[in-house]
């Protein structure tokens, strides 16, 4: 089986990473990891050995330990029929860099990072509208936003840093409608070509 091609998704809280990554797998297939969502998802279940301790790094706008998070999404991987995945939201920091690099990375193909920019502004006043239309995360609110872009600024910031060093970086303005935005990721995606490889 050949390795999974992987592209990595970053950017602030609310510069509509979900929303994009729905998009590229509507048009190119791909499936869409959410390493949030494997972590809520992991936090929900009854007879998780994880559970509380997920809880209580997301309540406090910290980063969950890297081992559980890769496994989550290793886990994900290989119970998929696909081979091409979007990981969103990972990795954001070094300890889940380092994580990565040492038990996944060899695993898989990397293809390039998608990064999406975006001012604070924009991003706090799109969480705290989803909050208020009920998005049910318990970190959409001013003091759960603070801390979480204190982490972006602090310890997502230099691992974008890092992949830009290795030319992986592809970046895409988020200040624009949904649709914009796309029009320019799309771009990006036909260019990787039939193989899946630049």
Request: hydrophobic fraction near 35%; aromatic fraction near 10%.
């Amino acid at each position: 089986m050949a390795k999974p091609k992987v592209i990595f998704v970053l950017g602030a809280p609310g510069a509509g990473k979900g929303t994009q990554c729905q998009k590229i797998v509507d048009t190119f297939g791909y499936v869409h990891l959410s390493a949030g969502d494997l972590l809520r998802e992991e936090r929900a279940k009854p007879d998780s050995k994880y559970g509380e301790l997920i809880e209580n790094y997301i309540r406090e706008g910290k980063i969950v330990p890297v081992e559980i998070t890769c496994s989550l999404l290793e886990n994900a991987m290989q119970r998929s029929e696909k081979n091409k995945f979007l990981i969103d939201g990972f990795p954001r920091n070094q300890n889940n860099l380092d994580g990565w690099n040492s038990t996944v990375a060899n695993n898989v193909h990397q293809l390039f990072v998608l990064f999406f920019e975006c001012p604070k502004e924009a991003c706090v006043e799109r969480c705290l509208g989803r909050g208020a239309a009920g998005s049910g995360r318990s970190d959409d609110n001013m003091q759960s936003l603070e801390k979480r872009f204190n982490t972006f600024i602090t310890e997502t910031q230099p691992i974008v840093k890092y992949y830009d060093q290795k030319g992986l970086v592809r970046r895409v303005d988020a200040t624009k409608s949904p649709d914009e935005v796309f029009a320019e990721v799309k771009i990006l995606f036909e260019n990787i070509g039939a193989g899946g490889d630049f």
